[in-house]
């Protein structure tokens, strides 16, 4: 049977589609919007939409009770360095999984990727009281070391999923080229999975960038990221929410763009084996 | 130098005995195929001298040297991959180059002998070029060229020319054979094409389930198979099997004799038949035909012949073409 779109059915798709994408938009939009508007206005009802006061002053006094450039900083750190560091480990885990699989790879593979349904609350004590014994609470690399942990079994699963695309036959063309182990991956091996290692990075970079939970509970203020810098604005002076706008557009900003420049890549690294 | 001595070397898959013992003696400068039908493990026998895969059992000597345990890349052989296997990011003079880059040659030294091999092969106006912008022919070239410039002690090749056209086969074959003449290296050749196997093999070996059922020269494998399996598969159109009367006649279980080898008649001969399909190629014609009390056999005959479907001929097998077989299949000798 030949599947021709009609015009109508071509309309109310991309009808729906447009209204699922704006609900999904509208939460961000609405912040942004805030982030400019007075705190009156911010609560005020019915809200409204372009015609309030537009300023600026939210923004001003953000920068000016906690320096938003040091928590980005952090942000920056932990989010690349978390994927360096899995880099690492997933490349070469990955490498041996894809490459020299065995009868439990698959078992191994999907146990690792199921330590991400455990819910991050259950393990909380027992990894504060290490980080607080060993002098890890509030430092860049104690929580480099979680993060990197945390993703390492999307990373792994991606990286597999890549790599189960490149034909063994040219690793072993280096091999029989008198490539080493660690020359094959670095000349031939990783120069051809370019493309899902960039997803796979872009991918590790958002989720460690908007992760909350460790980076609230593990920090106080040496290694607070963005996140932290977002939560302080709910304080216990009762909620300011122009400031706590603000606040929160200039943490999402950053990894907005980014995403926003390299949706092709993250879309093409989530669905890379899905489709052919 | 390249003399390459397998003694009882044995592959197992788990529990399955894809090798269960090969011993086999190439001499330096051979250029022999390993021949078979595939799953027959003649890849594997080939990925095993490579040192792709780890020997279960036995020895690999090459020049005398036992290279069982040793890395692929210690063992100075090169290798031709079917799929090509070239690096796709790289151009085609570092594909080539990257044995030497490995290998630690200078820069002069690399530049030097990549131009040579560039040169021998044709490929000196593509060397700026990535793989995805070459065709299939000059891909297998720039995978031997990836070969030559290392030198090796003896070149592997994995069906190479599979993935090439009908035409381009046959160039490549005859190209495969003169760079054999000309570097007089050892080459092992595996394919499933019984075609490549005659043409460019100085020693044959005919493999079926992981043993050698005959090596030879490709002559001597066509004159004197050792047993059915050879005989029925070395030769195109296949050796034709018959029982019965004729067998007995020859005192054997049964008797082969080459389409080749029958003499086609309209008026008499030993075994009436009845044409079924006539392929007329024109230098020759294929008969397939029902024999009378034997069943369906293949003959050739030279030229046009005006023969046609239901058309009744009759047959003569060449005596002294015949091939005797015992019940296990076993060549018996000329009776």
Known sequence: MESKQTPLGYVSFSVFAWIVGLLIFFPIFWMVLTSFKSELEAVSIPPSFISFDWTLENYAEVQERSNYFKFAMNSVILAVGSTLVGLVFAVTCAWAMAFNPTKRTKDALLWMLSTKMMPPVGVLVPIYLMFRDWGLLDTRFGLIMVLFLMNLPIMVWMLYTYFKEIPTDILEAARMDGATLPKEIIFVLLP?????????????????????????????????????????????EGLFWAKLSAASTLAVAPILVIGWFSQKQLVRGLTFGAVK | MGAIRLEKVKKTFGTLDVIPGVDLDINDGEFVVFVGPSGCGKSTLLRLI????????????????????????KRGLSMVFQSYALYPHMTVYNNIAFGLKMAGESKEVIEEKVQSAAKILNLTDYLERRPSALSGGQRQRVAIGRAIVRNPAAFLF????????????????????????ELKTTMIYVTHDQVEAMTMADKIVVLQAGRVEQVGKPMELYNSPANKFVAGFIGSPKMNFLGGELAKKYDCHEIGIRPEHVAVSTENGEIPATVKIAEHLGAETYLHVEADGYGPMTVRATGEVPLGEHDKIFLTPEQDRIHRFDAHGLALGKS
Not at chain 1, 204 to 225: G, H, K, M, Y
Not at chain 2, 51 to 73: M, Q, R, S, Y
């Open chain 2, 50 to 73: 490579a040192g792709l895969e780890d020997v279960t059992d036995g020895k690999i000597l090459i020049n005398g040297t036992d290279v069982a345990t040793e890395a692929p890349a």
């Open chain 1, 192 to 236: 051809m999975a370019v493309p899902g290692i960039a997803s796979t990075m872009l991918l590790n970079i958002i989720l460690a960038w908007n992760e909350a939970f460790w980076t609230l509970n593990l920090t106080t203020s040496d290694a607070a990221p963005l996140t932290a810098f977002i939560a302080s604005y709910s304080s216990p």
């Open chain 2, 158 to 181: 994995d069906e190479p020319l599979s993935n090439l056209d009908a035409a381009l086969r046959v160039n490549m074959r005859l190209e495969i054979t003169g760079l054999h003449q």
